[in-house]
């Protein structure tokens, strides 16, 4: 059974010239242990379909099921890691980090521990006191993980998570998440990643979803089963990020089922 299933959507806006379509008859699946990444030119719809999956939107058409249940508010069972951060510059690490928390209703009894494990496993221990302003924009972004973390959500989606961060500390940031990603013992489930780097995608995803030029659709869903950590030097590496431009460039769908090169998963060998 599919975790997400994403039906034939369809989104449009309105305008003063008129309905503008974002995507057309997007369709595909998010299985359990998926790492999903979705690229695709700008303006394509890719973060307006993670608004949609969460429930934060509604298709103008077609449907979004979580667990076979269609999604037709907020799903609280996800969590959305921001390309700006988003975090509150009057609260301090540990209140950023509670506040999904209390937002669900939890107990402060609960809370704090719960904060304490997040703020340990991302890396900001020593820094529950400081404000957003003292810290640097990789720590930030370690307190927005930490918060969509600390409500151990099924599903994490990111939009654009390292865009904003210089590429050493983004290409840090990549490496704790997959570590993140590989403990059992940690959330979430599945992660659905919007990206506009080929290479990212390729580096940290199972699947490649591909969309078209506006209005979006799927070009081609592309497996990546190479060994983690990836080489981004290798030839298979190489060929990946070839075929994934190739398809954005040219706007062509897939005639044929793209041929998995290598083999990893989640908790396969090779991590």
Not at 42 to 66: V, Y
Request: glycine share 8%.
């Amino acid at each position: 059974m599919a975790l997400i299933r994403v039906e034939h959507i369809d989104k449009s806006f309105a305008s003063r010239h008129g309905s503008i379509t974002i995507m057309q008859d997007v369709s595909f699946d998010v299985k359990d242990a998926d790492f999903l990444a979705l690229v695709g030119p700008s303006g394509c719809g890719k973060s307006t379909l993670l608004r949609l999956i969460q429930g934060l939107d509604r298709p103008s058409s077609g449907r979004i099921l979580f667990r076979d249940q269609p999604i037709d508010g907020v799903c609280k069972q996800m969590a959305m890691v921001f390309q700006s951060f988003a975090l509150f510059p009057w609260l301090t690490v540990s209140q950023n980090v509670a506040f999904g928390l209390e937002a669900l209703g939890w107990p402060p009894v609960r809370i704090a521990p719960q904060v304490e494990r997040y703020i340990g496993v991302t890396g900001l221990d020593g820094f529950q006191e400081a404000f957003p302003r003292e810290l640097s924009g990789g720590m930030r972004q370690r307190v927005g993980l930490a918060r969509a973390l600390a409500v151990e959500p099924a599903v994490l989606l990111m939009d654009e998570p390292f865009s904003a961060l210089d590429a050493l500390t983004a290409e840090s940031l990549r490496d704790e998440i997959l570590q993140l990603w590989q403990d059992p013992a940690l959330p979430p489930e599945a992660v659905i990643l919007v990206t506009h780097n080929i290479e990212e995608a390729i580096e940290l995803a199972d699947r490649v979803v591909v969309l078209s030029r506006r209005p979006g659709h799927v070009l081609a869903e592309i497996p990546v089963e190479l060994s983690r950590p990836r080489d981004r030097k290798s030839s298979a590496f190489y060929d990946l990020t070839d075929r994934v431009y190739s398809l954005i460039t040219e706007g062509r769908p897939a005639g044929a089922p793209e041929t998995p090169l290598g083999s990893a998963g989640r908790t396969g060998e090779g991590l």
